[in-house]
């Protein structure tokens, strides 16, 4: 993990990835050796207008730009402390510093199957962050974390309501979220499409469904 930092530092600049599998944990040289990953990504990132950074290992994510308003930059930034959890945080720029508004810790993961994915989940014209956390065999259903970023606080909004939904997808024609679900019985098993709408900012369901596949 040292080594793999070490030569992130090297390679933030060109935008690269290198992989493998090697996973200790992070001792104090180790730890400071993040936070000087998470500078030079800032510093990248006030650089430019926008940036997207994706290593894989060690696992480090940016997305900045004007992401939330239109007269502000802001970064959203994640990685892997550990080979299950992930650690996210959120900063702004303000007269030419980044300012930290919020982080999120111990986010949990199956090994492996650590992704992000960007989307507007919640139809603001925002960009929102899915963190993916397991992903089954078979009719692949992946289950993660929505995160949303509230434009008034600027803090992070985890939506726990969210964790057992598989596949989710938003549909902005119709300002509602599909999620996969299977179903088993005597017959097979069936494959539908639950339909979700936000309420007060939590997704709830419409009590709706669509079959899209059975065997």
């Given amino acids: 993990m ?3 930092l070490i030569l992130l530092l090297l390679i933030v600049f060109q935008f690269s990835c290198k992989k493998g599998t090697e996973k200790i944990q992070i001792n104090k040289e180790e730890k400071n050796l993040e936070i000087d990953t998470l500078t030079k990504l800032l510093e990248r990132a006030k650089e430019t ?6 290593n894989l290992e ?6 900045s730009g004007k992401l939330f308003a239109k007269n502000a930059k802001s970064a959203f930034i994640v990685n892997c402390p550990t080979d299950s959890t992930y650690r996210v945080r959120f900063f702004t720029e303000n007269n030419g510093k980044w300012i930290k508004n919020d982080e ?6 199956f090994p492996i199957q650590n992704e992000v994915l960007m989307a507007d989940y919640n139809f603001d014209g925002f ?3 899915y963190l993916n ?3 089954s065999q078979g009719i692949s259903l992946s289950r993660g974390h929505l995160l949303t970023i509230n434009p008034s606080t600027r803090k992070i909004e985890n939506h726990f309501e969210t964790r057992n939904l598989a596949n989710m997808f938003p549909n902005r024609k119709t300002m509602t979220i599909y999620a996969d679900s299977i179903e088993y019985n005597l017959k097979g098993k069936a494959v539908w499409k639950l339909k979700y709408q936000w309420e007060n900012g939590k997704l709830k369901s419409t009590n709706q469904k669509i079959r899209t596949e059975i065997e």
């Fill in 127 to 129: 960009l929102d962050f």
């Fill in 2 to 4: 040292k080594r793999n």
């Fill in 104 to 109: 999120l810790e111990n986010l949990e993961f």
């Fill in 58 to 63: 060690p696992y480090w994510f940016i997305k």
């Fill in 133 to 135: 956390s397991s992903s």
């Fill in 49 to 54: 207008d926008t940036l997207e950074i994706i």
